[in-house]
């Protein structure tokens, strides 16, 4: 059962901050981050494996709440190479399951 | 030095036709996938092997074959190819199943 994403698309400035949730209606064990950048291939984030677990990434960094069972990203001081679409993904029955993405767009 | 490799890039032929993908990682991981991604980008895990063995095998018609010779290489071979086949095809591996996926660049496939 794949997990939700929110929102579907969101535009950026330069230096602009932004957040994506990520949801399930299971219970999360951990949550995988991805983001593809058009015409390539996703590439790995993070993961997070245990509730309340932060990770950082450049000034990408995301968290991961196992009660509420979701994870956010949270893109901050945005730049022009976080442009793509970021995947969250959630593993059940020993199967990464992706959500929808969300399409980041940074403009100069 | 790449990581994991798919051949074609790009695959374009006819509705009925037969077509393979295939698909090499030199990362030393046992675990394979095959993932479908359509027009609104969504990702969808089509296969998975661990080892040489199937492990997950998802909702997928059986025109669809996958087969991996050595845990290294995973193959996809699609019969009687049809429209709603067309999509980016990406091979991935990881160490387990629950582990870091690493993507190969992906083999779009046009069905005309």
């Known amino acids: 059962q794949q997990p939700v994403q929110s929102p579907q698309a969101v535009i950026l400035r330069e230096g602009e901050d932004a957040v994506i949730n990520c949801s399930s209606s299971k219970a999360l064990y951990s949550v995988h981050w991805y983001r593809q950048k058009h015409g390539e291939a996703p590439v790995f984030l993070m993961i997070l494996l245990k509730g309340g677990e932060q990770k950082g990434h450049e000034k990408i960094s995301a968290s991961f709440n196992e009660k509420k069972q979701q994870s956010s990203l949270y893109l901050t001081a945005s730049q022009l190479s976080y442009s793509g679409t970021y995947f969250c993904?959630?593993?059940?029955?020993?199967?990464?399951?992706f959500g929808a993405g969300t399409t980041v767009t940074v403009r100069a | 030095d790449t990581a994991v490799s798919q051949t074609p890039k790009y695959l374009v032929t006819q509705m009925g036709n037969d077509k393979s993908i295939k698909c090499e990682q030199n990362l030393g991981h046992d675990t394979m996938y095959w993932y479908k991604q359509d027009s609104k980008k969504f990702l969808k895990i089509m296969f998975s092997?661990?080892?040489?063995?199937?492990?997950i095998n998802e909702t997928v018609p059986n025109r669809f074959s996958p087969k991996s010779p050595d845990k290294a290489h995973l193959n996809l071979h699609i019969n009687s190819l049809e429209l709603g086949d067309s999509a980016v095809y990406f091979c991935?591996?990881?160490?387990?199943?629950?582990?870091?996926?690493?993507f190969g660049p992906g083999t779009r496939l046009t069905v005309l």
């Open positions: 092997y661990n080892n040489k063995e199937l492990i």
């Open positions: 991935a591996s990881s160490t387990q199943g629950t582990d870091t996926q690493y």
């Open positions: 993904g959630t593993v059940y029955d020993y199967k990464l399951s």
